[in-house]
C-alpha cells in the first residue's frame, strides 16, 4: 500500500495537510517499506479559505491508502475519505516518519479493524483456525 506524509523537513510528521510544502510518499508491505517521491507545493498555502489549494494535494496523495498529518481540516479530511484515502493525525510533531512506516510494518502482518478497512478488507471476518486450542 502506498502512505503519505505531510511533512516540512522530510523526517517528521510536521504539517498541516492544507498547509504542507511537502508531501513524501512510500509504499508499504508486511516486509518493509520504500521510499517512492516527495511532492512540493509553492504558492500561498496558509489557512485562508481557499479550497482550491487543496486540489493539488489530493491529487498527489491518489492511490495512497493512508495520509499522515499533523493536523487537517473537516473539508480536506472528507474529500480525502471520498477518494478512499484515510487521513490520521500523528500524535505530535515530533512523530519521525520512519518510526511509523515500522510500526506500520508489523501491524501488516495481522492489520486491525481500521486498517483492513482502509485497506478493502473484511474488518470483521477473522481466521479462528490459526488459533490454538
Same mark, same amino acid.
Given at each position: 500500500?502506498?502512505? =503519505?506524509? @505531510?511533512?516540512?523537513?522530510?523526517?517528521?510528521?510536521? =504539517?498541516?495537510?492544507?498547509?504542507?510544502?511537502?508531501?513524501?510518499?512510500?509504499?508499504?508491505?508486511?516486509?518493509?517499506?520504500?521510499?517512492?517521491?516527495?511532492?512540493?507545493?509553492?504558492?500561498?498555502?496558509k489557512e485562508d479559505?481557499? !479550497?482550491?489549494? %487543496?486540489?493539488?494535494?489530493?491529487? =498527489?496523495? !491518489?492511490?495512497?491508502?493512508?495520509?499522515?498529518?499533523? =493536523?487537517?481540516?473537516?473539508?480536506?479530511?472528507? #474529500? %480525502? %475519505?471520498?477518494?478512499?484515502?484515510?487521513?490520521?493525525?500523528?500524535?505530535?510533531?515530533?512523530?519521525?516518519?520512519?518510526?511509523?512506516?515500522?510500526?506500520?510494518?508489523?501491524?501488516?502482518?495481522?492489520?486491525?479493524?481500521? %486498517? #483492513?478497512? @482502509?485497506?478493502?478488507?473484511?474488518?470483521?471476518?477473522?481466521?479462528?483456525?490459526? !488459533?490454538?486450542?
Amino acid at each position: 500500500m502506498k502512505v =503519505a506524509f @505531510a511533512t516540512q523537513d522530510n523526517v517528521h510528521i510536521n =504539517a498541516h495537510f492544507g498547509w504542507a510544502k511537502k508531501v513524501d510518499i512510500y509504499d508499504v508491505s508486511d516486509e518493509g517499506f520504500d521510499f517512492l517521491n516527495t511532492v512540493e507545493f509553492g504558492g500561498e498555502l496558509k489557512e485562508d479559505g481557499n !479550497e482550491d489549494k %487543496l486540489v493539488p494535494k489530493i491529487n =498527489a496523495v !491518489e492511490g495512497c491508502t493512508l495520509v499522515y498529518v499533523s =493536523a487537517i481540516g473537516g473539508s480536506a479530511a472528507s #474529500r %480525502l %475519505l471520498k477518494n478512499k484515502i484515510t487521513p490520521l493525525k500523528a500524535e505530535n510533531k515530533d512523530d519521525e516518519i520512519t518510526d511509523v512506516l515500522n510500526s506500520l510494518v508489523k501491524t501488516l502482518g495481522n492489520p486491525p479493524p481500521w %486498517l #483492513r478497512k @482502509a485497506l478493502g478488507k473484511n474488518a470483521t471476518s477473522f481466521d479462528f483456525e490459526d !488459533e490454538e486450542e
